[in-house]
Nanobody
Framework: QLVESGGGLVQPGGSLRLTCAAS????????MAWYWQGPGKARELVAR???????SYQDSVKGRFTISRDGSKNMVYLEMNHLNPDDQGVYYCNARLLSRDFWGQGTQVTVSS
């Protein structure tokens, strides 16, 4: 089970930190990731961290977003800085094991003045 938290309303240029709490050891999975789904859009990969700690990011968030983890707490985080209205949407935590994907329920991020 994956449970996201930390979403909310933020002004343009602001920051948020999203948290994904996993009910099991996150190192059991090949990777952990954050996805974004904007209004009327398909879900897109934002950031991924594999079990070895290697990260990858969507081009639009490079330098602004950072994915990290705390294995002792089975938590994955997404630090989001310099937010803009295009970042608005629902953010989902993802865990991947081979070809299987597991999802949280999502957390809403609204960027507005």
């Amino acid at each position: 089970q994956l449970v996201e938290s930390g979403g909310g309303l933020v002004q343009p240029g602001g920051s948020l930190r999203l948290t994904c709490a996993a009910s099991e050891n996150i190192f059991n999975f090949n990777s952990m990731a954050w996805y974004w789904q904007g209004p009327g859009k398909a879900r897109e990969l934002v950031a991924r961290m594999n079990v070895g700690g290697v990260t990858s990011y969507q081009d639009s968030v490079k330098g602004r977003f950072t994915i990290s983890r705390d294995g002792s707490k089975n938590m994955v985080y997404l630090e989001m800085n310099h937010l803009n209205p295009d970042d608005q949407g629902v953010y989902y935590c993802n865990a991947r094991l081979l070809s299987r994907d597991f999802w949280g329920q999502g957390t809403q991020v609204t960027v507005s003045s």
